[in-house]
């Protein structure tokens, strides 16, 4: 009997320890096969129409590591719309990435779909309070569309596939907050796991080239912005718009960590690309004054 009542003790606590995790495990799972994530709001006193921004932290150089941060916090400071920076390096948004935003009490990841909601929330077609009108016209609108998507999908991987300098990147985004003993162990580890993350991902966006082929697309894609730029003070006229916003985060943010000069460093310090350079600077002040930087 008592091998029997053991049996059963067993059991019992088999089957609780089984339900227990299920009741944890298969709501997980129902959400996950419909994509949507497990993330609560972060800032629960929120003030009205405050945008909370989450976004990978940057150097002393940069405002983040990230052109898609960059992007959003560089639309938001086009619109002169109120927002709270926060740096993190552990939070995601439902997409189990960032950038994400809360606004109101709704979260809003991705870049693409940040900057779509908060264009239709603050009906920011044409803003009265900056007098800028976001394009002059639907052609206009879907050539921007077009080069927006070029920075963002193929000219941000081609980057990636090139060696970028991760490591020194990662060694001077952590100076202030690793002992000097650890920064450059975790500098070496952060870099190479980073950087295979970002080739393996990279290489199926854009295929697999050897790297003088990466290059020369590279180059490419510089040289089609420069000529879609022209003599205009901005891609799309003589006003910033939105895809000003993605060519600051792309090509600002990588110019602007000396420290990992690699490839596209040269390409947009050559003769050649000069107008692309002076253009970047152009976005760069106009948008962010002098606090291109992550403030601490």
Request: charged content about 25%; proline content about 4%; hydrophobic content about 35%.
């Amino acid at each position: 009997m008592l091998g029997c009542d053991c049996y059963c003790l067993n059991s019992f606590v088999y089957l609780v320890g089984f339900l227990t995790i299920a009741s944890k495990v298969i709501p997980f799972l129902f959400k996950l096969v419909k994509g949507e994530k497990l993330i609560e709001l972060q800032e629960k006193n929120y003030k009205k129409d405050v945008v909370y921004f989450y976004q990978f932290p940057g150097t002393p150089t940069v405002s983040s590591f990230s052109p898609f941060c960059i992007k959003v916090e560089a639309f938001l400071r086009l619109h002169k719309i109120k927002y709270e920076r926060r740096n993190t390096l552990s939070t995601r948004g439902s997409n189990g990435q960032l950038p994400f935003i809360e606004l109101n009490g709704e979260i809003h990841s991705d870049s693409q779909i940040i900057i779509r909601r908060l264009t239709q929330i603050f009906k920011l077609k044409f803003s009265l309070t900056t007098k800028i009108q976001e394009y002059p016209d639907e052609q206009t609108a879907a050539i921007g569309h077009a080069v927006d998507r070029l920075l963002d999908n193929h000219t941000f991987n081609l980057r990636l596939m090139i060696k970028t300098g991760v490591d020194k990147m990662i060694r001077e985004m952590n100076s202030d907050t690793v002992h000097p003993v650890f920064l450059p162990i975790v500098a070496s580890l952060g870099g190479w796991y980073l950087s295979n993350k970002m080739v393996n991902r990279a290489s199926v966006s854009v295929g697999k080239f050897k790297e003088y082929e990466f290059k020369e697309l590279l180059r490419n894609d510089l040289i089609q912005l420069q000529t879609i730029l022209g003599k205009k003070n901005f891609l799309m006229g003589e006003e910033p718009t939105t895809v000003d916003c993605t060519a600051i985060g792309q090509l600002g943010s990588a110019n602007a960590i000396p420290s990992s000069r690699y490839y596209y460093h040269d390409l947009l310090d050559s003769s050649e690309l000069a107008p692309l350079k002076e253009y970047c600077e152009r976005v760069k002040t106009r948008i962010f004054g002098d606090e291109f930087c992550d403030r601490k």
